[in-house]
């Protein structure tokens, strides 16, 4: 009795912890998405357009933090755990992550459309219809948004996550090993 009291303490911790993963990743990337949100309403205000799809940005954030969390649990972010480089290791990831993404949104057009009953044909014009200028522009984005997110979340799983979390959020600014 009391192994299967700890099992479930453990995946009970584990869902808090990545439920905290899955929040601090959205917050981030609603704040990086809704900051290209806020620049594309003000060049489109300069010509008289109005611009406000920011809750775009937030459901965004929460569709890529899911897709972030399910690339993790395939082992996606084991990749390129093999040494080297940590700016190699970030790119490698933010590379990754951002196909990962890319590829969730092909699937999703495609689950959208079959639930709308649309035929193939369809479906595949819906998904060319966005331009490759904005397709491209998205991917870019998207790529410059993983590489600061992995940076701090490889400089974490090696100082340690309460370590970096200490070293931005207490008063006291937390001594460093002299080198």
Not at 109 to 116: A, I, P, Q, S, T
């Amino acid at each position: 009795m009391e192994g299967s009291a700890t099992g479930h303490a453990s995946l009970k911790e584990r869902a808090l912890e990545e439920l905290k993963e899955f929040w601090i990743t959205a917050l981030y990337l609603f704040v990086f998405l809704g900051s290209f949100t806020l620049y594309r309403r003000m060049v489109l205000a300069e010509f008289g357009i109005t611009y406000l799809n920011y809750g775009v940005a937030l459901i965004e954030a929460l569709i890529i933090a899911k897709v972030v969390l399910i690339g993790r649990a395939l082992g996606l972010d084991k990749l390129a755990d093999r040494g080297g480089p940590l700016i190699l290791v970030v790119i490698f990831k933010s590379v990754v992550f951002s196909i990962l993404v890319f590829l969730f949104g092909i699937l999703e057009k495609m689950v959208e459309g079959l639930y709308h009953k649309k035929d193939w044909d369809s479906i595949l014009k819906e998904l060319l219809s966005v331009s490759e200028h904005e397709l491209l522009a998205r991917m870019i984005i998207l790529f410059v948004s993983f590489i600061p997110f992995f940076a701090f979340w490889e400089i974490g799983n090696i100082l340690g996550r309460r370590k970096l979390i200490e070293m931005f959020f207490s008063r006291s600014r937390p001594s460093l090993p002299q080198a």
